[in-house]
């Protein structure tokens, strides 16, 4: 399915050492069912199918009846929470999906079986092709008794997952995108349309199935409901009521991650993620930690697919970006607005734009899809798919920011020094007019971690790794006692901002906060430096 674009960088799939590590491996064939929990059920090899279970790992055994009415054929996938068996309906005589949960603590119990009930309940509204059907659910009484655990059925499929796709091909053609990318709309939207929210659309939980009708033609079919929400219920948030986040993080629009409101949005954000990988072979957002990751998506734009795939029809381009738009208001508003603009006219070039004269300024105002657009008030018309161009570029000061000096004294208190570094280097990145230098080019040239530079590595910053700016600083983190909280008391954090030419001290500024809320102080202290160095506000 892959076309003679160029490839999109290494290794594009390899799981990510962040937050997506979290997910666990996958395993086994190519084979999925719609049964399977992404991320938290494994497919099973076909060895480990054919041969006898482990009592003491597999909940049924092969043969075994359950509720008097499914035979179990073979186990086929097994996670953290449940396990999937291909079983036989004995009433109808047809091949199910079936999905039980896994005996565990009664805490975890608690929180399974709700997020079972969930699946059941929501994702038995939607009736429609493109999303995996639920047939039935029941209680079944384990082998040597015990209390009774929750199972459902649903629709067996033979299938790979888009993940799976994307892991063997790199990247799809456009053309081989759009019946994917049509079939994944109508499946979100027969969902919104029923009131239910999916909350964790990720490329694993889109299952590609063969149709058996002698075309090639696959199926989608959207899976794993276990963590939707109903549009009409009183707490939209996005956080549980343990103050956790729900969803997985690689897909989260930002009103997830900040534990905000979600809306069918939400849901279309995470399908531009996948927009995304597919075409590219890549994630718009990849940073050498969750928390980076995290606070790139939070501050920055996604850089546009074209980067990957230069010849990518500029229909394509406009609508992952649109999707991608960090407000949910000017993201599409429904999957058919999506479709219209890749089947549309496509958008105009920037160079065809009248009046050449004021080519300059028409580039400033169109270039609302990489997060500089200058028509904030007026709603983009899906038939109509706005310019995606850069703002004409301008000089940008090179910032390099060093690790922080722990006055604590505390080793404990040292990852505090990496984590201020990438998070406050993510801040003034924010800034249109600055730019950060990444740390492997700063290595032979700095200092050891906490020592502020001197003039003569100021000089060398500034002549071998063109910096224009240095920032540095100490913190100090006072212990508020024992325990798991030991490092979450109160923090101070200094901060300097040099001229690596001349050694001038330009801005410093202190800033007080909580440990435990180093994002807010963090935001804080980055606001007060770009004012200090003239970038303003990006909020």
Known sequence: MSDSRPPAPPSPKAPDATWDALEGPTEGPTEEVCGRESGDIDPLS??????????????????????????????????????????????????????????????????AVERFRREVQLARRVTHPNVCRIFDVGLSRPRGGGAARPFLTMEFLRGETLDDLLRREGQVSTQDALPLVRQMVAGLSAAHAAGVIHRDLKASNVLLVLEPDGQDALRVV???????????????????????????????????????????????????????????????????????????????????????????????????????????????????????ALEGPAPRRPWLLPAAGALAAGLALVGGGLGVAARRDAAPVPDEPEVYAPAPAAARRAVAVLGFRNLSGRDEAQWLSTALRELLAMELAAAPRLRTVPGEALAPLTPPPGLEPGRVQLQQLHARAGVDLVVSGTYLLLASGAGPDRDAGPLRLDVRVQDAATGETLASLSERGEAGHLLELVASAGERLRRALGEGSTR
Do not use: C, N
């Open 46 to 111: 076909e060895a480990t199918r054919e041969r006898p279970p482990d009592p003491a790992l597999a909940v049924f055994a092969v043969g075994e009846e359950v509720a008097g009415r499914y035979r179990i054929l073979s186990r086929v996938a097994r996670g953290g929470m449940g396990e999937v068996y291909e079983a036989l309906d004995l009433e109808l005589q047809d091949t199910v999906a079936l999905k039980v949960i896994l005996p565990m603590e009664a805490a975890e119990a608690d929180g």
């Open 222 to 340: 959207l899976t794993d409901f276990g963590l939707a929400r109903s549009l009409h219920a009183r707490d939209t948030s996005s956080v549980s009521r343990t103050g956790d986040l729900i969803g997985t993080p690689a897909y989260m629009a930002p009103e997830q991650l900040e534990g905000g409101p979600i809306t069918p949005a939400t849901d279309l954000y995470a399908l531009g993620i996948v927009l995304y990988e597919l075409l590219t072979g890549a994630r718009p957002f990849r940073e050498t930690s969750a928390l980076a990751t995290a606070m790139r998506r939070l501050r920055q734009p996604p850089p546009s697919p074209r980067r990957y795939v230069p010849g990518l029809d500029r229909r394509w381009e406009h609508a992952v970006l649109r999707l991608l738009e960090r407000d949910p208001a000017r993201r599409f508003q429904s999957g058919h607005a999506l479709l219209r």
